[in-house]
């Protein structure tokens, strides 16, 4: 099997790019990066030059406009366009051809490559879709909010394949039986500057028609709904994130702090620690099943 992700990138800083390249470096065969920056100075290029997959000649860099274009859905078409021509100039092999979806800021643990060289490799024809789980951090490395079902996370490629909606973008076409996997990744989206999370959640409601003003958000209700979900992060973080782990934590911004303060508060109240303990209990019991279930479709 081949398996190429599927990555799209902006002009604004990408702090995790690096270790997300990094993560997939020995599953993936190929990278397709579509930079819809529309800027020649996208200050994440020489970021991503300096991966060992682009120095590889593993990483296939592609230009959009993304006003121009329309939103997400329409910078990953770019890139399975990209995938087709690929195969058409047999520079690829389109057989039993594998799409990893991947953001900017996710990183992979080391089992990402076991388990695509021995599941995903073996899973019998029928099987077109594999979900995984990813583990949703904001403002804070130590404590995580949920464990999110992430759809499509591989997926067999063909070319009637299509993404739609211009935000929170889902597939169209795909082919073959759905399998959920206890598979499990870090999503370090949220771990940003007061100001950077807000212009991305501003950015998403512009895309979804609502109308998102930052000078109308509350900090404090925020950050209590965000705390009021924490759960320790007790399973380790990659290891290729320690150095920059390590300097957050010695570093970090002023919302950060408060919403650390804040989830401590709350921790004090017993209510809090049983509700969160079920969340967790339920988020781990539902791990164990997908494996269960999951190991049936190992040939």
Not at 112 to 138: A, C, H, R, W
Not at 287 to 293: C, I
Request: glycine letters at 6%; charged letters at 30%; aromatic letters at 12%.
């Amino acid at each position: 099997m081949n398996l190429i992700a599927n990555v799209i990138m902006g002009d604004r800083p990408e702090p995790f790019l690096k270790f997300c390249m990094e993560s997939i470096s020995e599953a993936v065969d190929f990278v397709v990066l579509n930079d819809n920056s529309d800027n020649p100075d996208n200050p994440n290029i020489p970021v991503l030059k300096k991966t060992s997959l682009y120095k590889n000649g593993k990483v296939d860099v592609l230009q959009s406009n993304f006003k121009e274009i329309g939103g997400f859905a329409a910078a990953r078409n770019i890139c399975l366009d990209r995938v087709s021509e690929l195969i058409k100039k047999k520079e690829i092999s389109g057989e039993n051809l594998w799409i990893l979806y991947l953001d900017c800021d996710e990183v992979h643990p080391p089992q990402l490559t076991t388990f695509v060289k021995d599941f995903i490799s073996n899973v019998p024809g029928e099987i077109g879709i594999i979900d995984g789980y990813m583990y949703q951090f904001i403002l804070t490395f130590d404590y995580y909010t949920t464990l999110e079902r992430r759809h499509n996370l591989f997926f067999r490629f063909h070319p009637d394949i299509r993404w739609e909606r211009p935000v929170h973008e889902t597939l169209t076409g795909l082919k073959g039986k759905r399998i959920a996997t206890g598979y499990t990744y870090c999503h370090y989206g949220y771990l940003l500057s007061r100001e950077d999370l807000l212009k991305r959640w501003e950015l998403y409601d512009k895309y979804d028609g609502l109308d998102f003003n930052i000078k109308d958000v509350d900090e404090n209700n925020m950050l209590m709904e965000k705390s009021a979900l924490a759960i320790p992060y007790v399973k380790g973080h990659p290891a290729i994130m320690k150095e920059y782990i390590d300097e957050f934590r010695r570093n970090p911004g002023q919302l950060n702090i408060k919403f650390q303060d804040e989830t401590m508060k709350l921790r004090e109240d017993p209510i809090f620690k049983i509700k969160n303990y079920f969340r967790h209990l339920n988020y781990e019991l539902r791990l164990r099943f997908r494996n269960m279930e999951t190991g049936k479709f190992r040939r």
